[in-house]
């Protein structure tokens, strides 16, 4: 059964799948088809696009925040939108910046504090380019983090302290995960009850998990987050599968008792289904799929693949003890999980979401100089100084897209993910860097393209391919044509 969950879908399954993405409205104006050879699938216009047109906007099927940036942005566990309110965002980084502290001294034995010894030091020389804090009051030269008092951090993580013009900027409310655990916290209940349906009931925390062993899944996350926080949107994928087949069965069980018949589909069957969603994405072993990097000596290859498959037996070990089901054994599978892995390190995109804290400090910035104003600078300026460069810190994260996955690359792109201003939350957002004519491939590139051809086909051997678009063809024969020309040369 575990070899079914990885076999490529037949062309009409492929099909099939993507007409009902299209009947729900998702990807207007877009088609996948077949290419066949090396590159599979890939997304197409059925329609024109013109330039800087929103070619492709679309939510995640599974991701999460990466776990170092939790203390930097406080979003919806599910959408990624900014949540609380802008004293919370900027308490909770000053926050983050006191532990910090309070980590150095604990390791070096040493803190400097401030003058009269009741601040926190936050304190730290960092070179930063010129546009950094552009618009902020920053001069782009060595900037240094100030202290902030633990009270006023307080005050801004209880609310007792509102800053000037906040209310410009309103955040969503929190709304509590329903199971009553406090690791994911969401924007609202919508978002609350979709993440509880399609995955988060079997890995919540909280009392009214449906995971049985929670010490096991404590033992997860924290893997997870001790080697590599992918872990966790594998298990997304996991969990959302096994809560899916059980909805299907249910609903199968549902139609045959109203006829008074025995259901007759098979539990391998609706375990296909469920997860047909990821049956559609490029797959590879994980451990196969890492690219070598450049400091790993090429005999130490396979010593280096070993361990990262031994990471993914110790993640699904600890994953099977908190969420196994014998009917859903397949799902279980090294080799699935492996593959599952595999398929984000292959297509996963990053997803960034801009801080409304550094539209915030630039729009203080930009007040008209009055006394209002003096004000408000009076005020913020101490938190500003004391975030420095990372004021403007991004949530940042990774995600699995059914759409976007299946764009190829090209280093002569015709469109670019890029976040517009109203793009405030993690979906992928595509946008046509030139006119796009209908049945044209849409195509972005996985790298910088402004690479010479040597140094793209380098980057792109991490994605394991040659590229064959119309640059690299173009330039390969000039190449070619040059070198066949020096050496006409050289004999003459």
Request: proline share 4%; glycine share 6%.
């Amino acid at each position: 059964m575990a070899e079914m969950l990885l076999e490529s879908p037949s062309d009409a399954a492929m099909r099939r799948y993507y007409d009902k993405l299209a009947s729900a409205g998702k990807g207007p104006g877009l088609r996948v088809d077949q290419i066949g050879g090396a590159f599979g699938k890939g997304l197409f216009a059925d329609k024109t696009f013109d330039k800087d047109e929103l070619v492709l906007r679309e939510p995640k099927l599974v991701g999460a925040q990466h776990e170092h940036n939790k203390a930097d942005a406080l979003v919806c566990s599910l959408c990624f939108r900014y949540i609380g309110s802008m004293e919370l965002q900027i308490g909770r980084r000053l926050l983050s910046k006191v532990d910090e502290s309070a980590h150095d001294l604990k390791e070096t034995g040493s803190l400097s504090g401030g003058d009269d010894g009741s601040d926190m030091d936050l304190t730290e020389e960092k070179e930063e380019s010129e546009n950094d804090h552009d618009g902020c009051g920053c001069d782009g030269k060595s900037q240094r983090r100030k202290a902030v008092s633990t009270e006023l951090v307080d005050s801004l993580l209880t609310g007792d302290l509102h800053l000037p013009y906040s209310e410009i900027f309103p955040l969503s409310p929190i709304t509590s995960c329903p199971g009553g655990c406090s690791e994911d916290v969401f924007c609202s209940d919508m978002c609350a009850d979709e993440a509880w349906r399609t995955y988060h009931s079997l890995l919540c925390a909280g009392p009214n998990s449906l995971c049985e062993n929670k010490k096991a899944l404590a033992q997860f996350k924290e893997h997870a987050c001790d080697s590599n926080d992918i872990f966790l949107v594998a298990a997304q994928v996991i969990a959302g599968t096994i809560l899916q087949a059980r909805n299907l069965k249910n609903e199968i069980l549902k139609k045959a008792t109203a006829k008074g018949k025995e259901p007759r589909q098979q539990t391998h069957d609706i375990l296909l289904e469920a997860w047909e969603p990821f049956a559609m994405g490029y797959k590879k072993l994980w451990w196969e799929a890492v690219a070598l990097p450049d400091d790993v000596d090429p005999s130490q290859e396979d010593s280096f693949r070993d361990q990262f498959k031994e990471l993914a037996i110790e993640s699904l070990n600890y994953l099977k003890e908190a969420i196994y089901e014998e009917e859903y054994d397949p799902l279980f599978d090294l080799e699935v999980y492996g593959h599952i892995i595999g398929m984000f390190e292959l297509n996963n995109l990053e997803i960034v979401v801009p801080s409304p804290v550094e539209d915030y400090f630039i729009y203080i910035d930009d007040l008209p100089k009055d006394d209002q104003s003096a004000h408000a600078v009076t005020v913020t300026r101490p938190f500003l100084d004391a975030l420095g460069s990372e004021y403007a810190t991004y949530c940042t994260g990774t995600g699995f897209f059914a759409l976007q996955s299946c764009v190829n690359h090209s280093c002569r792109p015709n469109a670019k993910a890029f976040k517009r201003d109203e793009d405030r939350d993690g979906a992928a957002v595509l946008l046509a860097t030139r006119p796009i004519r209908k049945g044209e491939e849409i195509t972005i590139s996985y790298i910088d393209e402004n690479h010479d051809l040597e140094e793209r086909q380098a980057l792109l051997a991490d994605y394991g391919f040659v590229c064959s678009c119309s640059r690299c063809i173009e330039e390969s024969s000039m190449k070619i044509f040059s070198s066949r020309a020096l050496a006409g040369m050289l004999q003459q």
